[in-house]
């Protein structure tokens, strides 16, 4: 018997969309949870178009299946279909399933066929927590580079892992349903570069907020996420943490005329979050790679709530990295400095909240 992935039958984790049986993931940390009652399922993954190509381990979507919290599976999808067998057992029981993508939108994309389970079997959405968040980010959101301590490697999807970064850590804690929406090497007005002299205009995440996310990969049969809308009203949040600056700082340095015009462009996507998400406090974040543009962080948000009125913004200071311990792959800070991160994080959400 197979089971469609609706909000009848399971909660869905983060931006997904159901195009026709296939339920549609592209962000770090989207995915699914479900109660499940039975003596074992078949869960089938769907790889994109990087899973066509062999020896592709750098953009291979990777997926974690838990069974009662407990990681299962780690996966690569390097083949069009991959297709497990979960919480099986000689006798019906009760597990509750995650199944969650590890690994970013820009490269890699996947999908979940329907369910399938035995007669009499029986799958259902776990309970909406009390409260809901978003993240909004770049590569240290998506966990890049987290399982590879060795900083001069390259990105590969093989090694990230949103699941040990700090925005993933902070809603673990605080007992939330979320949402992420993280590319790497992003920005406000600049991606990253390795060039001053050259803004990267082509990879900032205020162009792409509005739908599913960009990505140079394509799943068969469905649209690019860039050219799907997000519906905002299928996941309304009642906090937002914006982590958007380190990448612009590649193109600003220590010019105040690009870090002014980075703070101008941050006010303009405060105002699109606002437009978009009525009801949610904005927390305004950064640090964790080094925070030069963190006092125009904080200029921004000012500026934002003079101009508009709104009060339901915050900044808070994430401590930066420490080179002596050490960094992830391309300098990226290591599990421990997630942690770091996330133990500021935590408290500065719960009081401001009121959790």
Same mark, same amino acid.
């Given at each position: 018997?197979?089971?469609?992935?609706?909000?009848?039958?399971?909660?869905?984790?983060?931006?997904?969309?159901?195009?026709?049986?296939?339920?549609?993931?592209?962000?770090?940390?989207?995915?699914?949870?479900?109660?499940?009652?039975?003596?074992?399922?078949?869960?089938?993954?769907?790889?994109?178009?990087?899973?066509?190509?062999?020896?592709?381990?750098?953009?291979?979507?990777?997926?974690?299946?838990?069974?009662?919290?407990?990681?299962?599976?780690?996966?690569?999808?390097?083949?069009?279909?991959?297709?497990?067998?979960?919480?099986?057992?000689?006798?019906?029981?009760?597990?509750?399933?995650?199944?969650?993508?590890?690994?970013?939108?820009?490269?890699?994309?996947?999908?979940?066929?329907?369910?399938?389970?035995?007669?009499?079997?029986?799958?259902?959405?776990?309970?909406?927590?009390?409260?809901?968040?978003?993240?909004?980010?770049?590569?240290?959101?998506?966990?890049?580079?987290?399982?590879?301590?060795?900083?001069?490697?390259?990105?590969?999807?093989?090694?990230?892992?949103?699941?040990?970064?700090?925005?993933?850590?902070?809603?673990?804690?605080?007992?939330?349903?979320?949402?992420?929406?993280?590319?790497?090497?992003?920005?406000?007005? *600049?991606?990253? $570069? &390795? /060039?001053?002299? !050259?803004?990267?205009?082509?990879?900032?995440?205020? %162009?792409?907020?509005?739908?599913?996310?960009?990505?140079?990969?394509?799943?068969?049969?469905?649209?690019?996420?860039?050219?799907?809308?997000?519906?905002?009203?299928?996941?309304?949040?009642?906090?937002?943490?914006?982590?958007?600056?380190?990448?612009?700082?590649?193109?600003?340095?220590?010019?105040?005329?690009?870090?002014?015009?980075?703070?101008?462009?941050?006010?303009?996507?405060?105002?699109?979050?606002?437009?978009?998400?009525?009801?949610?406090?904005?927390?305004?974040?950064?640090?964790?790679?080094?925070?030069?543009?963190?006092?125009?962080?904080?200029?921004?948000?000012?500026?934002? *709530?003079?101009? $508009? &009125? /709104?009060?339901? !913004?915050?900044?808070?200071?994430?401590?930066?990295? %420490?080179?002596?311990?050490?960094?992830?792959?391309?300098?990226?800070?290591?599990?421990?400095?997630?942690?770091?991160?996330?133990?500021?994080?935590?408290?500065?959400?719960?009081?401001?909240?009121?959790?």
């Amino acid at each position: 018997m197979k089971i469609s992935l609706n909000a009848e039958n399971v909660k869905c984790l983060g931006r997904t969309i159901l195009w026709k049986d296939t339920l549609f993931l592209s962000l770090s940390g989207s995915g699914i949870e479900f109660e499940y009652k039975g003596c074992g399922l078949t869960l089938t993954l769907l790889g994109g178009s990087a899973s066509e190509i062999p020896d592709n381990q750098a953009n291979y979507a990777r997926m974690a299946i838990y069974v009662n919290d407990k990681r299962v599976y780690d996966v690569q999808l390097s083949s069009a279909e991959t297709t497990l067998r979960i919480a099986e057992s000689t006798q019906p029981e009760k597990s509750v399933i995650r199944v969650i993508k590890l690994s970013e939108c820009a490269m890699s994309l996947a999908g979940i066929a329907p369910l399938e389970i035995s007669a009499g079997e029986t799958v259902k959405p776990t309970p909406a927590k009390a409260h809901r968040m978003e993240f909004i980010g770049d590569s240290i959101t998506c966990g890049y580079g987290i399982d590879d301590e060795d900083p001069l490697h390259p990105f590969q999807t093989a090694t990230e892992d949103v699941t040990r970064a700090y925005a993933y850590k902070t809603v673990k804690a605080l007992d939330v349903d979320y949402s992420m929406f993280s590319t790497s090497g992003y920005g406000i007005i *600049s991606g990253y $570069t &390795g /060039d001053p002299t !050259i803004q990267m205009t082509n990879q900032l995440i205020p %162009d792409f907020y509005e739908s599913m996310g960009f990505s140079y990969d394509r799943m068969p049969s469905i649209p690019a996420p860039m050219d799907i809308p997000w519906t905002f009203d299928a996941f309304v949040p009642d906090a937002i943490v914006v982590n958007l600056g380190t990448n612009d700082d590649s193109y600003c340095q220590e010019d105040a005329t690009r870090q002014q015009i980075y703070a101008d462009a941050y006010v303009d996507f405060l105002k699109v979050i606002r437009k978009r998400n009525p009801n949610a406090m904005i927390i305004c974040v950064l640090g964790l790679m080094g925070d030069r543009l963190y006092p125009w962080v904080c200029k921004a948000a000012k500026t934002y *709530s003079e101009e $508009t &009125g /709104d009060q339901r !913004i915050h900044t808070v200071h994430l401590p930066e990295q %420490d080179a002596s311990v050490g960094y992830v792959s391309d300098y990226h800070p290591l599990e421990s400095a997630h942690e770091k991160a996330a133990n500021v994080l935590i408290p500065a959400i719960r009081e401001i909240m009121g959790w």
